[in-house]
Protein backbone atom coordinates (compact mmCIF):
# COMPACT_ATOMS: atom_id res chain seq x y z
CA UNK A 1 0.00 0.00 0.00
CA UNK A 2 1.32 3.34 -1.33
CA UNK A 3 1.27 5.92 1.76
CA UNK A 4 2.96 9.26 0.17
CA UNK A 5 2.12 11.73 2.99
CA UNK A 6 3.70 10.06 6.17
CA UNK A 7 6.72 7.64 4.00
CA UNK A 8 9.24 10.17 5.59
CA UNK A 9 7.77 9.85 9.25
CA UNK A 10 10.29 7.98 11.17
CA UNK A 11 8.73 6.13 13.93
CA UNK A 12 11.52 7.67 16.62
CA UNK A 13 9.46 10.73 15.51
CA UNK A 14 12.43 13.06 14.71
CA UNK A 15 12.30 14.93 11.46
CA UNK A 16 13.04 14.08 8.08
CA UNK A 17 16.01 15.73 6.21
CA UNK A 18 16.43 17.72 3.41
CA UNK A 19 18.68 14.90 1.89
CA UNK A 20 16.06 12.01 3.45
CA UNK A 21 13.40 13.96 1.80
CA UNK A 22 15.37 14.15 -1.15
CA UNK A 23 16.85 10.50 -0.93
CA UNK A 24 13.00 9.97 -1.69
CA UNK A 25 11.97 11.85 -4.96
CA UNK A 26 11.41 15.15 -3.29
CA UNK A 27 11.32 17.97 -4.29
CA UNK A 28 10.83 16.70 -7.89
CA UNK A 29 7.34 17.52 -8.17
CA UNK A 30 8.04 21.03 -8.07
CA UNK A 31 10.79 21.11 -10.08
CA UNK A 32 8.84 19.04 -13.02
CA UNK A 33 6.11 21.97 -12.60
CA UNK A 34 8.71 24.85 -12.59
CA UNK A 35 10.26 23.13 -15.57
CA UNK A 36 7.40 21.70 -17.53
CA UNK A 37 4.43 23.23 -16.42
CA UNK A 38 2.68 26.86 -16.75
CA UNK A 39 0.61 28.09 -13.91
CA UNK A 40 -2.57 27.14 -15.31
CA UNK A 41 -1.87 23.63 -16.46
CA UNK A 42 -0.65 22.96 -12.72
CA UNK A 43 -4.06 23.73 -11.75
CA UNK A 44 -5.66 21.69 -14.34
CA UNK A 45 -3.59 18.88 -12.99
CA UNK A 46 -4.65 19.66 -8.69
CA UNK A 47 -8.24 19.90 -10.53
CA UNK A 48 -8.11 16.57 -12.66
CA UNK A 49 -6.86 15.03 -9.15
CA UNK A 50 -10.05 15.59 -7.74
CA UNK A 51 -7.96 16.90 -4.50
CA UNK A 52 -10.32 18.04 -1.42
CA UNK A 53 -9.19 20.00 1.06
CA UNK A 54 -8.25 18.22 3.98
CA UNK A 55 -9.03 20.80 6.43
CA UNK A 56 -12.41 19.72 6.88
CA UNK A 57 -14.92 20.83 4.68
CA UNK A 58 -13.38 19.11 1.49
CA UNK A 59 -13.63 22.00 -0.77
CA UNK A 60 -12.33 20.64 -4.30
CA UNK A 61 -8.81 22.67 -3.96
CA UNK A 62 -7.99 23.01 -7.62
CA UNK A 63 -11.64 24.68 -7.69
CA UNK A 64 -10.51 26.61 -5.14
CA UNK A 65 -7.36 27.69 -6.89
CA UNK A 66 -9.22 28.78 -10.20
CA UNK A 67 -11.17 31.92 -8.46
CA UNK A 68 -7.51 33.29 -8.25
CA UNK A 69 -6.96 35.79 -11.00
CA UNK A 70 -4.40 35.14 -12.78
CA UNK A 71 -2.28 36.67 -16.12
CA UNK A 72 -1.23 40.22 -17.06
CA UNK A 73 -3.94 42.28 -15.60
CA UNK A 74 -3.92 39.96 -11.99
CA UNK A 75 -3.06 42.16 -9.15
CA UNK A 76 1.05 41.53 -8.82
CA UNK A 77 0.95 40.64 -5.20
CA UNK A 78 -0.89 37.28 -3.90
CA UNK A 79 -0.41 35.12 -0.84
CA UNK A 80 -0.91 31.76 -0.49
CA UNK A 81 -1.41 30.94 3.73
CA UNK A 82 -1.04 27.37 4.85
CA UNK A 83 -3.00 26.71 7.33
CA UNK A 84 -1.70 25.21 10.18
CA UNK A 85 -4.07 25.98 13.31
CA UNK A 86 -5.04 22.25 14.12
CA UNK A 87 -6.84 23.01 17.31
CA UNK A 88 -9.96 21.07 17.03
CA UNK A 89 -10.40 18.98 19.56
CA UNK A 90 -9.83 15.57 18.06
CA UNK A 91 -7.24 16.50 15.56
CA UNK A 92 -4.04 15.48 15.67
CA UNK A 93 -3.17 14.44 11.90
CA UNK A 94 -1.20 17.89 10.52
CA UNK A 95 0.83 17.72 13.84
CA UNK A 96 2.50 13.98 12.38
CA UNK A 97 3.39 16.35 9.22
CA UNK A 98 4.45 19.37 10.44
CA UNK A 99 6.95 17.73 12.97
CA UNK A 100 7.74 14.71 11.05
CA UNK A 101 8.24 15.79 7.45
CA UNK A 102 8.67 19.79 6.97
CA UNK A 103 9.46 19.86 3.95
CA UNK A 104 6.91 17.98 1.79
CA UNK A 105 4.86 21.37 3.60
CA UNK A 106 7.78 23.60 1.97
CA UNK A 107 7.43 21.96 -1.42
CA UNK A 108 3.42 21.47 -1.02
CA UNK A 109 3.75 25.57 -0.81
CA UNK A 110 5.77 26.11 -3.26
CA UNK A 111 3.81 24.61 -5.77
CA UNK A 112 0.66 25.98 -4.80
CA UNK A 113 2.23 29.26 -4.60
CA UNK A 114 3.59 29.12 -8.45
CA UNK A 115 0.15 27.81 -9.20
CA UNK A 116 -1.34 30.77 -8.14
CA UNK A 117 1.53 33.39 -8.96
CA UNK A 118 2.06 33.98 -5.54
CA UNK A 119 5.42 35.05 -4.53
CA UNK A 120 5.05 35.57 -0.87
CA UNK A 121 3.64 32.84 1.88
CA UNK A 122 2.79 31.96 5.17
CA UNK A 123 2.26 28.97 7.54
CA UNK A 124 -0.28 30.11 10.08
CA UNK A 125 0.85 27.81 12.77
CA UNK A 126 -0.62 27.45 16.40
CA UNK A 127 1.68 28.65 19.05
CA UNK A 128 1.31 25.37 21.00
CA UNK A 129 2.99 23.41 18.09
CA UNK A 130 7.07 24.59 19.71
CA UNK A 131 8.34 21.82 18.15
CA UNK A 132 7.04 21.95 14.55
CA UNK A 133 7.57 25.60 14.68
CA UNK A 134 11.70 24.99 15.63
CA UNK A 135 11.43 21.98 12.86
CA UNK A 136 9.81 24.41 10.32
CA UNK A 137 12.38 27.19 11.05
CA UNK A 138 15.13 24.86 10.17
CA UNK A 139 13.68 23.67 7.10
CA UNK A 140 12.89 26.89 5.59
CA UNK A 141 16.65 28.37 6.26
CA UNK A 142 17.69 24.62 4.92
CA UNK A 143 15.52 24.74 1.51
CA UNK A 144 16.39 28.95 0.97
CA UNK A 145 20.09 27.32 1.10
CA UNK A 146 19.74 24.86 -1.27
CA UNK A 147 17.33 27.44 -3.52
CA UNK A 148 13.94 26.09 -2.87
CA UNK A 149 12.37 28.89 -2.05
CA UNK A 150 13.45 32.66 -2.49
CA UNK A 151 15.15 34.29 -5.04
CA UNK A 152 14.41 32.56 -8.74
CA UNK A 153 13.81 28.90 -7.44
CA UNK A 154 15.69 26.03 -9.02
CA UNK A 155 16.85 28.97 -12.28
CA UNK A 156 13.11 29.18 -13.53
CA UNK A 157 12.88 32.95 -12.91
CA UNK A 158 9.46 32.20 -10.20
CA UNK A 159 10.38 33.52 -6.61
CA UNK A 160 8.82 32.77 -3.25
CA UNK A 161 9.41 34.04 -0.30
CA UNK A 162 8.00 31.32 3.08
CA UNK A 163 7.37 32.89 6.50
CA UNK A 164 6.19 31.14 9.77
CA UNK A 165 3.54 32.77 11.85
CA UNK A 166 3.44 31.18 14.81
CA UNK A 167 -0.11 32.26 16.43
CA UNK A 168 -0.96 32.92 20.04
CA UNK A 169 -3.76 30.37 20.51
CA UNK A 170 -7.65 30.42 19.72
CA UNK A 171 -9.78 28.22 17.55
CA UNK A 172 -11.46 30.48 15.46
CA UNK A 173 -8.09 31.14 14.31
CA UNK A 174 -8.81 27.66 12.26
CA UNK A 175 -11.49 29.53 10.19
CA UNK A 176 -10.02 30.73 6.49
CA UNK A 177 -10.89 34.37 7.04
CA UNK A 178 -10.02 34.96 10.26
CA UNK A 179 -6.99 33.46 10.24
CA UNK A 180 -6.47 36.08 7.73
CA UNK A 181 -7.56 38.76 9.92
CA UNK A 182 -5.29 36.87 13.23
CA UNK A 183 -2.37 37.25 10.36
CA UNK A 184 -3.15 40.97 10.09
CA UNK A 185 -2.67 41.21 13.28
CA UNK A 186 -6.46 41.74 14.70
CA UNK A 187 -8.65 39.38 16.83
CA UNK A 188 -9.83 36.77 15.05
CA UNK A 189 -13.08 37.54 14.01
CA UNK A 190 -14.46 36.35 10.66
CA UNK A 191 -14.81 38.58 7.35
CA UNK A 192 -17.99 38.85 5.88
CA UNK A 193 -18.38 37.07 2.31
CA UNK A 194 -18.17 38.21 -0.48
CA UNK A 195 -15.66 39.04 -1.42
CA UNK A 196 -13.98 35.62 -0.85
CA UNK A 197 -10.51 35.78 0.11
CA UNK A 198 -9.45 34.34 -3.64
CA UNK A 199 -10.12 37.94 -5.10
CA UNK A 200 -9.81 39.76 -1.68
CA UNK A 201 -7.92 38.41 1.18
CA UNK A 202 -5.03 39.28 3.29
CA UNK A 203 -4.21 43.03 2.83
CA UNK A 204 -6.64 43.01 0.33
CA UNK A 205 -4.76 40.91 -2.13
CA UNK A 206 -5.71 37.70 -3.63
CA UNK A 207 -4.96 35.02 -1.15
CA UNK A 208 -5.53 31.25 -0.82
CA UNK A 209 -5.70 29.45 2.44
CA UNK A 210 -4.83 25.72 2.22
CA UNK A 211 -4.80 22.97 5.30
CA UNK A 212 -0.98 21.32 6.09
CA UNK A 213 -2.61 17.91 5.27
CA UNK A 214 -4.10 19.32 1.36
CA UNK A 215 -0.37 21.00 0.70
CA UNK A 216 1.65 17.76 1.50
CA UNK A 217 -0.70 16.03 -1.24
CA UNK A 218 0.89 18.18 -3.98
CA UNK A 219 4.16 16.80 -4.30
CA UNK A 220 2.84 13.42 -5.17
CA UNK A 221 -0.01 14.22 -7.46
CA UNK A 222 2.63 17.03 -9.50
CA UNK A 223 5.48 13.83 -9.22
CA UNK A 224 3.27 10.55 -9.63
CA UNK A 225 0.57 12.21 -12.29
CA UNK A 226 -3.44 12.48 -11.53
CA UNK A 227 -3.99 8.39 -12.49
CA UNK A 228 -1.59 7.38 -9.97
CA UNK A 229 -2.96 9.76 -7.50
CA UNK A 230 -6.62 8.79 -8.20
CA UNK A 231 -5.22 4.78 -7.83
CA UNK A 232 -4.64 5.36 -4.25
CA UNK A 233 -8.36 5.49 -3.38
CA UNK A 234 -10.31 2.79 -2.80
CA UNK A 235 -13.40 4.73 -3.81
CA UNK A 236 -14.39 7.76 -5.99
CA UNK A 237 -12.73 10.15 -3.73
CA UNK A 238 -8.74 9.93 -4.73
CA UNK A 239 -6.09 9.75 -2.84
CA UNK A 240 -4.89 8.78 0.76
CA UNK A 241 -6.28 10.25 3.89
CA UNK A 242 -4.35 10.28 7.30
CA UNK A 243 -7.84 8.84 9.74
CA UNK A 244 -6.95 9.09 13.25
CA UNK A 245 -8.47 7.60 16.65
CA UNK A 246 -8.70 8.75 19.98
CA UNK A 247 -10.45 7.57 23.25
CA UNK A 248 -10.58 4.24 24.73
CA UNK A 249 -9.52 1.89 22.42
CA UNK A 250 -6.29 -0.33 22.53
CA UNK A 251 -3.52 1.54 20.17
CA UNK A 252 -5.32 4.87 19.46
CA UNK A 253 -3.24 7.20 16.77
CA UNK A 254 -2.83 8.13 13.52
CA UNK A 255 -2.10 6.80 9.82
CA UNK A 256 -2.05 7.18 6.42
CA UNK A 257 -4.65 4.87 4.65
CA UNK A 258 -6.29 4.73 1.27
CA UNK A 259 -9.48 7.13 1.17
CA UNK A 260 -12.52 5.59 1.76
CA UNK A 261 -10.90 2.84 4.21
CA UNK A 262 -13.84 2.02 6.57
CA UNK A 263 -13.96 2.87 9.89
CA UNK A 264 -14.14 -0.94 11.10
CA UNK A 265 -10.91 -1.47 9.95
CA UNK A 266 -9.50 1.89 11.19
CA UNK A 267 -10.78 1.31 15.02
CA UNK A 268 -10.20 -2.93 15.19
CA UNK A 269 -7.05 -3.43 12.67
CA UNK A 270 -5.30 0.28 13.19
CA UNK A 271 -5.90 0.63 16.93
CA UNK A 272 -6.61 -2.50 17.96
CA UNK A 273 -10.08 -2.41 18.99
CA UNK A 274 -11.71 -1.22 22.31
CA UNK A 275 -9.75 -1.72 25.69
CA UNK A 276 -10.89 -5.18 27.73
CA UNK A 277 -14.33 -4.15 29.32
CA UNK A 278 -14.85 -1.26 26.94
CA UNK A 279 -17.61 -1.44 24.33
CA UNK A 280 -17.79 1.11 21.51
CA UNK A 281 -20.85 3.00 21.75
CA UNK A 282 -20.31 5.96 19.28
CA UNK A 283 -18.28 7.49 17.12
CA UNK A 284 -17.39 11.21 15.89
CA UNK A 285 -15.83 10.40 12.65
CA UNK A 286 -13.87 13.86 11.60
CA UNK A 287 -13.30 15.60 15.02
CA UNK A 288 -15.17 17.66 17.83
CA UNK A 289 -17.42 19.41 15.36
CA UNK A 290 -19.05 17.02 13.16
CA UNK A 291 -22.37 14.56 14.16
CA UNK A 292 -21.98 11.47 16.33
CA UNK A 293 -21.71 7.98 14.03
CA UNK A 294 -23.14 4.56 15.60
CA UNK A 295 -21.62 1.03 15.31
CA UNK A 296 -24.08 0.22 12.70
CA UNK A 297 -22.15 2.66 10.38
CA UNK A 298 -19.12 1.17 10.97
CA UNK A 299 -19.00 -0.10 7.24
CA UNK A 300 -19.20 2.99 5.54
CA UNK A 301 -16.40 4.03 3.27
CA UNK A 302 -14.78 7.23 5.62
CA UNK A 303 -14.61 9.74 2.20
CA UNK A 304 -16.61 12.53 2.41
CA UNK A 305 -19.90 11.64 0.35
CA UNK A 306 -20.24 8.27 2.01
CA UNK A 307 -20.09 10.02 5.44
CA UNK A 308 -22.32 12.71 4.58
CA UNK A 309 -24.87 10.68 3.68
CA UNK A 310 -25.02 8.54 7.04
CA UNK A 311 -25.82 12.06 8.48
CA UNK A 312 -22.16 12.94 9.34
CA UNK A 313 -19.01 14.70 8.30
CA UNK A 314 -15.44 13.51 7.20
CA UNK A 315 -14.39 16.63 8.97
CA UNK A 316 -10.71 16.23 9.49
CA UNK A 317 -11.15 12.17 9.62
CA UNK A 318 -9.75 11.88 12.85
CA UNK A 319 -12.56 9.85 14.98
CA UNK A 320 -13.22 10.71 18.53
CA UNK A 321 -14.78 7.01 20.14
CA UNK A 322 -17.43 7.09 22.94
CA UNK A 323 -17.23 4.20 24.96
CA UNK A 324 -20.01 2.94 27.24
CA UNK A 325 -19.08 3.73 30.12
CA UNK A 326 -18.29 7.41 29.36
CA UNK A 327 -21.93 9.60 29.33
CA UNK A 328 -22.63 10.82 26.44
CA UNK A 329 -24.37 14.12 27.79
CA UNK A 330 -21.22 15.07 29.82
CA UNK A 331 -19.02 14.61 26.93
CA UNK A 332 -21.74 16.81 24.56
CA UNK A 333 -21.25 19.59 27.53
CA UNK A 334 -17.41 19.01 27.19
CA UNK A 335 -17.35 19.96 23.55
CA UNK A 336 -19.85 22.42 24.11
CA UNK A 337 -18.17 24.73 26.88
CA UNK A 338 -15.01 24.57 24.33
CA UNK A 339 -16.92 25.79 21.83
CA UNK A 340 -18.73 28.34 24.32
CA UNK A 341 -15.20 29.12 25.29
CA UNK A 342 -13.88 29.49 21.92
CA UNK A 343 -16.54 31.70 20.00
CA UNK A 344 -15.03 34.98 18.89
CA UNK A 345 -18.08 36.49 20.02
CA UNK A 346 -18.38 38.12 16.80
CA UNK A 347 -22.05 37.45 16.00
CA UNK A 348 -25.16 37.12 18.47
CA UNK A 349 -26.58 33.40 18.08
CA UNK A 350 -23.24 31.70 18.49
CA UNK A 351 -22.10 34.46 21.31
CA UNK A 352 -24.99 34.04 23.66
CA UNK A 353 -26.00 30.52 22.25
CA UNK A 354 -23.54 28.16 23.12
CA UNK A 355 -23.22 29.24 26.78
CA UNK A 356 -27.00 29.05 26.83
CA UNK A 357 -26.59 25.29 25.59
CA UNK A 358 -23.75 24.74 28.34
CA UNK A 359 -25.85 26.11 31.49
CA UNK A 360 -28.78 23.97 30.03
CA UNK A 361 -26.69 20.60 29.88
CA UNK A 362 -25.10 21.70 33.19
CA UNK A 363 -28.64 21.88 34.88
CA UNK A 364 -29.65 18.71 33.22
CA UNK A 365 -26.78 17.09 34.63
CA UNK A 366 -27.07 18.81 38.39
CA UNK A 367 -30.34 17.17 38.16
CA UNK A 368 -32.38 20.59 37.94
CA UNK A 369 -33.55 19.86 34.06
CA UNK A 370 -36.95 19.58 32.42
CA UNK A 371 -38.34 18.16 29.71
CA UNK A 372 -38.91 21.54 28.10
CA UNK A 373 -34.96 22.07 28.41
CA UNK A 374 -34.17 19.05 25.87
CA UNK A 375 -36.65 20.76 23.70
CA UNK A 376 -35.09 24.08 23.73
CA UNK A 377 -31.57 22.32 23.37
CA UNK A 378 -33.26 20.71 20.19
CA UNK A 379 -34.43 24.10 19.04
CA UNK A 380 -30.99 25.67 19.47
CA UNK A 381 -29.49 22.93 17.06
CA UNK A 382 -31.82 24.94 14.60
CA UNK A 383 -31.14 28.47 15.23
CA UNK A 384 -27.34 28.00 15.93
CA UNK A 385 -27.38 25.95 12.61
CA UNK A 386 -25.85 26.70 9.15
CA UNK A 387 -26.69 30.04 7.95
CA UNK A 388 -28.12 32.16 11.07
CA UNK A 389 -24.46 32.65 12.09
CA UNK A 390 -21.42 34.76 10.49
CA UNK A 391 -19.25 31.43 10.38
CA UNK A 392 -19.44 27.57 10.81
CA UNK A 393 -18.07 27.41 14.17
CA UNK A 394 -21.45 27.18 16.09
CA UNK A 395 -23.25 25.22 13.14
CA UNK A 396 -20.45 23.23 13.86
CA UNK A 397 -20.54 23.12 17.64
CA UNK A 398 -24.01 22.34 17.21
CA UNK A 399 -23.31 18.64 14.94
CA UNK A 400 -22.56 16.56 18.20
CA UNK A 401 -25.34 18.14 20.36
CA UNK A 402 -28.27 17.19 17.81
CA UNK A 403 -26.83 14.02 16.89
CA UNK A 404 -26.14 13.17 20.33
CA UNK A 405 -29.86 13.99 21.37
CA UNK A 406 -30.94 12.01 18.15
CA UNK A 407 -28.87 8.84 19.30
CA UNK A 408 -28.75 8.96 23.10
CA UNK A 409 -31.74 10.34 23.67
CA UNK A 410 -32.50 8.04 27.08
CA UNK A 411 -28.86 8.97 28.28
CA UNK A 412 -30.90 12.71 28.35
CA UNK A 413 -33.71 11.84 29.64
CA UNK A 414 -32.33 9.70 32.47
CA UNK A 415 -30.86 13.31 33.98
CA UNK A 416 -34.83 13.78 34.50
CA UNK A 417 -35.67 11.31 36.76
CA UNK A 418 -35.16 11.52 40.33
CA UNK A 419 -31.80 10.60 41.35
CA UNK A 420 -32.25 7.71 43.38
CA UNK A 421 -33.71 5.57 40.12
CA UNK A 422 -31.12 6.43 37.56
CA UNK A 423 -28.90 3.78 38.29
CA UNK A 424 -25.16 3.97 37.83
CA UNK A 425 -24.47 3.20 34.39
CA UNK A 426 -21.69 5.47 33.95
CA UNK A 427 -18.40 5.42 36.52
CA UNK B 1 11.18 52.15 29.35
CA UNK B 2 10.83 48.12 30.30
CA UNK B 3 10.77 47.24 27.17
CA UNK B 4 15.31 46.50 26.06
CA UNK B 5 16.46 48.09 23.01
CA UNK B 6 16.84 44.31 21.65
CA UNK B 7 13.16 44.25 22.25
CA UNK B 8 12.30 47.05 20.26
CA UNK B 9 14.95 46.22 17.04
CA UNK B 10 13.13 42.89 17.26
CA UNK B 11 9.72 44.05 16.99
CA UNK B 12 10.25 46.91 14.31
CA UNK B 13 12.21 44.48 12.04
CA UNK B 14 9.13 42.00 12.42
CA UNK B 15 6.78 45.33 11.40
CA UNK B 16 9.21 45.77 8.70
CA UNK B 17 7.81 42.15 7.13
CA UNK B 18 4.56 43.57 6.54
CA UNK B 19 2.83 46.03 4.78
CA UNK B 20 1.87 47.75 7.93
CA UNK B 21 3.26 47.52 11.21
CA UNK B 22 0.10 46.77 13.19
CA UNK B 23 0.12 43.44 11.48
CA UNK B 24 3.06 42.38 13.65
CA UNK B 25 1.03 43.06 16.65
CA UNK B 26 0.96 39.54 17.72
CA UNK B 27 4.37 39.09 16.66
CA UNK B 28 5.07 41.73 18.96
CA UNK B 29 3.85 40.93 22.14
CA UNK B 30 4.48 37.29 22.04
CA UNK B 31 8.52 39.04 21.61
CA UNK B 32 7.51 41.77 24.84
CA UNK B 33 6.46 38.66 27.04
CA UNK B 34 8.97 36.06 26.32
CA UNK B 35 11.40 38.86 27.93
CA UNK B 36 8.74 39.77 30.49
CA UNK B 37 6.48 36.91 31.56
CA UNK B 38 3.40 38.76 30.64
CA UNK B 39 1.81 41.94 29.22
CA UNK B 40 1.19 44.06 31.80
CA UNK B 41 -0.59 47.53 30.82
CA UNK B 42 2.70 49.98 30.99
CA UNK B 43 4.58 47.30 28.60
CA UNK B 44 1.39 46.75 26.91
CA UNK B 45 1.59 50.70 26.07
CA UNK B 46 5.31 50.79 24.57
CA UNK B 47 4.81 48.01 22.17
CA UNK B 48 2.06 49.92 20.94
CA UNK B 49 3.97 53.17 20.85
CA UNK B 50 6.48 51.13 18.97
CA UNK B 51 4.20 49.81 16.78
CA UNK B 52 2.28 53.18 15.91
CA UNK B 53 -1.26 52.44 16.79
CA UNK B 54 -3.09 53.10 19.84
CA UNK B 55 -3.18 51.10 23.44
CA UNK B 56 -6.59 49.84 23.03
CA UNK B 57 -6.34 48.69 19.54
CA UNK B 58 -3.29 46.61 21.01
CA UNK B 59 -5.24 45.05 24.39
CA UNK B 60 -8.21 44.33 21.76
CA UNK B 61 -5.66 42.04 20.65
CA UNK B 62 -4.00 40.66 23.32
CA UNK B 63 -7.10 40.18 25.74
CA UNK B 64 -8.10 37.70 22.64
CA UNK B 65 -5.66 34.90 22.52
CA UNK B 66 -5.27 32.08 25.19
CA UNK B 67 -1.36 32.60 24.97
CA UNK B 68 -0.94 36.20 25.78
CA UNK B 69 -1.00 36.60 29.65
CA UNK B 70 -2.51 40.07 30.75
CA UNK B 71 -1.98 38.86 34.39
CA UNK B 72 1.16 38.06 35.68
CA UNK B 73 2.08 34.30 35.91
CA UNK B 74 4.73 32.22 37.07
CA UNK B 75 7.58 31.22 35.47
CA UNK B 76 6.59 28.23 34.17
CA UNK B 77 2.81 28.10 32.94
CA UNK B 78 1.33 24.38 33.19
CA UNK B 79 -1.35 23.96 30.58
CA UNK B 80 -3.14 21.29 30.86
CA UNK B 81 -5.39 20.22 27.92
CA UNK B 82 -9.48 20.08 29.25
CA UNK B 83 -10.84 19.05 25.77
CA UNK B 84 -13.01 15.71 25.02
CA UNK B 85 -10.10 12.97 24.52
CA UNK B 86 -8.33 14.44 27.69
CA UNK B 87 -11.35 14.70 29.58
CA UNK B 88 -11.82 11.27 29.06
CA UNK B 89 -8.96 9.73 29.81
CA UNK B 90 -8.21 11.27 33.14
CA UNK B 91 -7.29 15.34 32.49
CA UNK B 92 -9.75 16.01 35.50
CA UNK B 93 -7.79 13.50 37.78
CA UNK B 94 -4.67 15.08 36.94
CA UNK B 95 -5.42 18.93 37.47
CA UNK B 96 -6.61 17.91 41.06
CA UNK B 97 -3.77 15.89 41.77
CA UNK B 98 -1.74 19.09 40.51
CA UNK B 99 -3.65 21.70 42.43
CA UNK B 100 -3.20 19.29 45.69
CA UNK B 101 0.58 19.03 44.82
CA UNK B 102 0.76 22.70 44.29
CA UNK B 103 -1.77 23.93 46.23
CA UNK B 104 -3.44 26.53 43.97
CA UNK B 105 -6.46 26.83 41.69
CA UNK B 106 -6.90 27.20 38.08
CA UNK B 107 -5.87 31.00 36.82
CA UNK B 108 -3.77 30.68 40.05
CA UNK B 109 0.13 31.43 41.03
CA UNK B 110 1.91 28.88 43.63
CA UNK B 111 3.50 31.55 46.07
CA UNK B 112 7.28 31.28 45.35
CA UNK B 113 5.89 32.47 41.94
CA UNK B 114 6.92 29.05 40.23
CA UNK B 115 3.68 27.65 38.77
CA UNK B 116 0.54 29.09 37.57
CA UNK B 117 -1.98 26.35 36.50
CA UNK B 118 -4.31 27.22 33.06
CA UNK B 119 -6.86 25.12 30.86
CA UNK B 120 -5.78 25.04 27.40
CA UNK B 121 -8.00 23.24 24.45
CA UNK B 122 -6.72 20.38 22.46
CA UNK B 123 -2.81 20.39 22.32
CA UNK B 124 -3.34 18.35 19.14
CA UNK B 125 -1.99 14.68 20.55
CA UNK B 126 -5.00 13.30 21.45
CA UNK B 127 -3.79 9.60 20.88
CA UNK B 128 -1.28 10.64 23.41
CA UNK B 129 -3.72 11.58 25.88
CA UNK B 130 -4.27 13.28 28.79
CA UNK B 131 -1.85 15.85 27.48
CA UNK B 132 -0.28 19.11 29.00
CA UNK B 133 2.25 21.11 28.40
CA UNK B 134 4.95 22.94 31.19
CA UNK B 135 6.47 25.68 29.70
CA UNK B 136 7.64 25.13 26.19
CA UNK B 137 7.15 21.28 26.45
CA UNK B 138 4.49 18.78 26.06
CA UNK B 139 4.49 15.72 27.96
CA UNK B 140 1.76 12.97 26.38
CA UNK B 141 -0.01 10.17 28.57
CA UNK B 142 0.47 12.30 31.64
CA UNK B 143 -0.99 10.79 35.18
CA UNK B 144 -0.55 11.47 38.21
CA UNK B 145 2.23 9.59 38.97
CA UNK B 146 3.96 10.69 35.66
CA UNK B 147 3.26 14.16 36.78
CA UNK B 148 5.06 13.65 39.82
CA UNK B 149 7.92 12.51 38.15
CA UNK B 150 8.11 15.36 35.65
CA UNK B 151 7.30 17.81 38.70
CA UNK B 152 10.12 16.53 40.72
CA UNK B 153 12.66 17.26 37.59
CA UNK B 154 12.05 20.93 37.57
CA UNK B 155 12.80 21.21 41.40
CA UNK B 156 8.53 21.72 42.75
CA UNK B 157 8.24 20.55 46.10
Redesign the interface.
Known amino acids: MDKPLTRNIKPDGSAASLAEYRAGGGYEGLKKALAELAPLEVQQQVKDSGLRGRGGAGFPTGMKWSFVPMGEDAPKTKYLVVNGDEMEPGAFKDRLLLEGDPHQLIEGVAIASYAIQANIAYIFLRGEYRLAADRLRRAIAEAEEYKLLGANILGSGFSLDLRLHTSAGRYICGEETALLNSLEGKRANPRAKPPFPQVSGLFGKPTIVNNVETLCNLPHILRNGVEWYKGLSRTGEPGTKIYGVSGRVKRPGAWELPMGTTAREIIEEHAGGMRDGYRLKGYMPGGASTDFLLPEHLDIPMDYGSIGKAGSRLGTGTMILLDDRTCPVRMVLNLEQFFAQESCGWCTPCRDGLPWTVSLLERLIEGRGRLEDLHTLERLCGLLGPGNTFCALAPGAVEPLQSALKYFRADFERYLQPQSTRGGVYA | MILTPDEIQAIRQEAG ?3 YP ?6 A ?2 IAQRGHDWISDELLREVAEVLGISPADLD ?2 AT ?5 YRRPVGKRVI ?1 YC ?4 C ?3 GAEDNRRHLSERLGIGLGETTGDGEYTLLP ?10 PVL ?1 IG ?3 HFNVDPAKLDDILGETGAP
Open positions: HFPSAAAIELNSVFYNLIHNSVSWMLIVCLGACDKAMDET
